[in-house]
C-alpha cells in the first residue's frame, strides 16, 4: 500500500511549537541550545533543536514529549533553572497545547472518534 502524503504542517503551529521548546530548554536553565545538546542523555542534537526551535522542522509528537521530559524531569537542577514546580507545570502546560495543535491530528482523532461512537441501542 502507497503511503499518502502528509499535508504540510501551519508555519504558526511550527512557531508555537517551536517557542514551547524554547521555553522548557530556558526554564531548564539552559541558555544555549548548545548547552542544552551537550547534556548526557539529551534526545537531540544541537542542529536538530535548532530547527524545531526555529520553526524550520517540527518534532513527532513523540520527539516532542522526550524533549520536554528531558527538559523538565531529566535536567539537573541549577542556578539558573526555574523552581522544579515551575518547570513541572510549564511541562504539562506546553503538552497539552501541543496536542490541540492541528499538526499533530488528536483534535481530528477525537472528533473521528465521537462520530463513530455507536448510536443508543433500543
Known amino acids: ?3 499518502t502524503k502528509k499535508p504540510p504542517i501551519d508555519p504558526d503551529d511550527r512557531k ?3 517557542g514551547l521548546l524554547r521555553e522548557l ?3 531548564a536553565g ?4 548548545e548547552s542544552a545538546a551537550s547534556t548526557p542523555g539529551c534526545p537531540a542534537s544541537r542542529q536538530t533543536i535548532y530547527q524545531y526551535e526555529r520553526g524550520g522542522l517540527t518534532p513527532s509528537l513523540a520527539q516532542f ?5 528531558f527538559f ?7 542556578d539558573a533553572a526555574k523552581p522544579d514546580s515551575d518547570r513541572r507545570a510549564f511541562g504539562v502546560a506546553a503538552v497539552a497545547r501541543v496536542l490541540e495543535l492541528p499538526a499533530y491530528h488528536l483534535v481530528t ?3 473521528l472518534m465521537a462520530r463513530m461512537q455507536p448510536g443508543p441501542t433500543a
Open 30 to 33: 539552559f541558555r544555549s541550545v
Open 16 to 18: 508555537v511549537i517551536g
Open 25 to 27: 530548554r530556558r526554564g
Open 65 to 69: 514529549l522526550e524533549l520536554a521530559s
Open 1 to 3: 500500500m502507497a503511503r
Open 109 to 111: 482523532a477525537r472528533e
Open 72 to 78: 523538565v524531569l531529566e535536567t539537573p537542577a541549577s
